[in-house]
């Protein structure tokens, strides 16, 4: 149990000084920098109690807009994603009830895991860029930079969870 | 009683939720408004002391970009000496009457530790703060152009409103002829920005260059900003022009703090006229 908690502590950090220091900084095609925070979502153990979830993301989301200058746009974004991924996820795997205790994000078959990062990229992104414009004139780059981002940011959580995460049989 | 205490138990993740969330978009839309919020800014010591140190070993890789730029200005400065020494030798004496003399602008040199350019609303963070007299909104440049306004300061660090922001109001005048306009972003380019309220007598062609108006208290007059790339003229008003940046946004380093020591004589005489 305490292996889980500091495993999750190494993570939590990571992610916050990857996505600060290195992904806010690719600037890909001149302005797409992947949000790979989210990957926290992802990865954080699914469990009855859901409401550290939810706080764990809120500090990461504040901790990457301090970063980042952003407000809080980040933080309602990713708190949004919190929010949704269990019924995303039941939704995905189509069904209500699952063994929480075992559960692991990696024995899900790599076509659905694939969509269920989709979705809450997607989800996470178009949130970012909607805060950000704070202007329905601007749908257009809002909905352009939701895509673009959304496309970079799922491969590499994609094939970065494929890589650094074990399998559990 | 119990009914809420019955309603908070069931819905107290729904709840959590919703209290997280209007806490979020409360920070998002006091970082809109033009006073960012105090604590959430990359100003402060945890924030600006990692990119201090991740910017000391990325400065190695533009090294040579920064020497070409400051050799640069060394050699316009010294031309500038030179002729203005010329005009010396035509007068006759000259004398400095010291009474009258009064600085206004004093520039502290600082370095840019975190850059951003790619977002809608951008914002930097400089290695200087409150301990150097920075102070809000003091005017940030380089040798190429205008780059910024301070919005935050903590003891050691300060957070620039880039002008790369959808906040970022510039004053700015056409070099050739005294018509003001005002220097906006539209978000698309990072290195084309827009004028807007430029009056329509106002004879503009593509290739003009584009300086500060020297109106606010912020910016000394005649910091060059861009040349116009192109423009539209519809219903008798100018429309859409784009300007392209002298400075390149992405690739910054060291820059320069405009303290004005006249900033709050001319503001009190503004604030006199307001209530008359």
């Known amino acids: 149990m305490s292996k889980l908690i500091f495993r999750n502590i190494v993570r939590f950090i990571l992610l916050v000084l990857f996505q600060v220091l290195v992904f806010n900084h690719i600037n890909l095609f001149g302005y797409i920098n992947p949000f790979i925070y989210i990957s926290w979502v992802f990865l954080f153990p699914v469990r009855k109690s859901k409401s550290l979830l939810l706080l764990t993301s809120f500090f990461l989301g504040i901790l990457i807009d301090t970063f980042s200058d952003t407000g809080g746009i980040h933080t309602a974004a990713i708190l949004t994603t919190a929010y949704f991924r269990l019924p995303i996820l039941e939704m995905v795997m189509r069904k209500k009830d699952f063994d929480y205790v075992l559960f692991n994000i990696r024995n899900l078959a790599l076509n659905k895991l694939f969509l269920f990062i989709s979705i809450l990229t997607f989800l996470d992104t178009f949130v970012v860029f909607l805060l950000d414009y704070f202007n329905f004139s601007d749908i257009g780059s809002i909905i352009s930079n939701t895509i673009l981002t959304s496309i970079f940011t799922i491969l590499i959580s994609f094939f970065g969870i494929l890589l650094f995460t074990k399998k559990h049989k | ?276």
């Open chain 2, 1 to 276: 009683m119990q009914q809420l205490f019955y309603f908070i138990q069931k819905f107290r993740y729904f709840l959590l939720f919703l209290v997280l969330e209007i806490i979020a978009l409360t920070l998002t839309i006091k970082n809109h408004s033009y006073q960012q919020s105090k604590f959430i800014n990359s100003a402060n010591f945890i924030s600006g002391g990692i990119y201090n140190q991740v910017s000391s070993i990325s400065d190695f890789l533009n090294l040579k970009s920064e020497n070409k730029r400051l050799s640069e200005e060394n050699i316009r400065l010294k031309n500038w000496i030179e002729e203005n020494k010329q005009i010396d030798i035509n007068k006759i004496s000259t004398h400095i009457d010291t009474s009258k003399y009064h600085q206004k602008y004093q520039y502290i040199s600082a370095k840019i530790i975190n850059n951003n350019y790619s977002k809608r609303n951008n914002f930097l963070t400089l290695n200087k703060g409150a301990k150097q007299n920075l102070k809000i909104d003091l005017g940030v440049i380089n040798n190429k152009g205008v780059i910024g306004v301070i919005k935050n300061i903590s003891k050691n660090y300060a957070t620039v409103l880039s002008i790369l922001n959808s906040n970022s109001r510039i004053n700015v005048r056409l070099k050739k002829s005294f018509h003001y306009g005002t220097l906006v972003w539209n978000g698309k380019d990072y290195n084309v920005a827009q004028i807007t309220d430029i009056p329509r007598q106002a004879i503009i062609k593509v290739g003009d260059t584009i300086i500060t108006g020297g109106k606010s208290a912020i910016f000394p007059e005649g910091i060059n900003i861009g040349v116009i790339k192109d423009f539209k003229f519809e219903k008798n008003q100018y429309k859409e022009i784009n300007i392209s940046l002298f400075n390149d946004m992405s690739a910054l380093s060291y820059v320069q703090v405009i303290i004005n020591y006249q900033k709050n004589e001319q503001k009190a005489l503004e604030q006199n006229n307001l209530y008359e």
